[in-house]
T-cell receptor
């Protein structure tokens, strides 16, 4: 079975800290994505990557950066965490081709205090 | 403009009855995909059903069917014979293929509560 693993399920960080959220997939997918999910807003795309070292901004990239040094790993970085970044973060990957949906990780619920 | 609109923030349905969750979308592409995902309280996102824009028949997966009306740009999810385990958030999503990228747009979700 295909798998996307997010390293932490729950995380509490202090304002101003640098935060790393890790995502690993075992399906050799080129495309990987980071979303945040907030009540009433659905899922919003932060960044995506279509290959190693390649990245593209999504709809809400401000305050975030990403790293993709290996195909299987896509990291989301909060350079200086703020309370408005308290959210659920979801990582997803997808193979090329039109008929496929995302495989999601189980999510990281981040609280910034 | 919103790419995906789900107008029902919350819905109730009696166990064993059918329920329809609404979804409308906005795209100028001819080729796109429509998806529904379920998110239980545990937080994981579970893929339910897929409809391609060129598919002539409505997609079905067990108790789930997608009522695809292309001219109206709607892709409603129908759950037949609701079960208590169907209580969850449901998200409609659309995929646009840009070069090699698969970019998805999600609606704000509908919270379904199934009553015993």
């Amino acid at each position: 079975d295909v798998k996307v693993t997010q390293s932490s399920r729950y995380l509490v960080k202090r304002t101003g800290e640098k935060v790393f959220l890790e995502c690993v997939q075992d399906m050799d997918h080129e495309n990987m994505f980071w979303y945040r999910q907030d009540p009433g807003l659905g899922l919003r795309l932060i960044y995506f990557s279509y290959d190693v070292k390649m990245k593209e901004k999504g709809d809400i990239p401000e305050g975030y950066s990403v790293s993709r040094e290996k195909k299987e790993r896509f990291s989301l970085i909060l350079e200086s965490a703020s309370t408005n970044q308290t959210s659920m973060y979801l990582c997803a990957s997808i193979p090329p081709g039109r008929g496929y949906g995302y495989t999601f990780g189980s999510g990281t619920r981040l609280t910034v205090v | 403009a919103q790419k995906i609109t789900q107008t029902q923030p919350g819905m109730f349905v009696q166990e064993k009855e059918a329920v329809t969750l609404d979804c409308t979308y906005d795209t100028s592409d001819q080729s796109y995909g429509l998806f529904w995902y379920k998110q239980p309280s545990s937080g994981e996102m579970i893929f339910l059903i897929y409809q391609g824009s060129y598919d002539e028949q409505n997609a079905t997966e067990g108790r789930y069917s997608l009522n695809f009306q292309k001219a109206r740009k709607s892709a409603n999810l129908v759950i037949s014979a609701s079960q208590l385990g169907d209580s969850a958030m449901y998200f409609c999503a659309m995929r646009e293929v840009l070069y090699n990228f698969n970019k998805f747009y999600f609606g704000s979700g509908t919270k379904l509560n199934v009553k015993p």
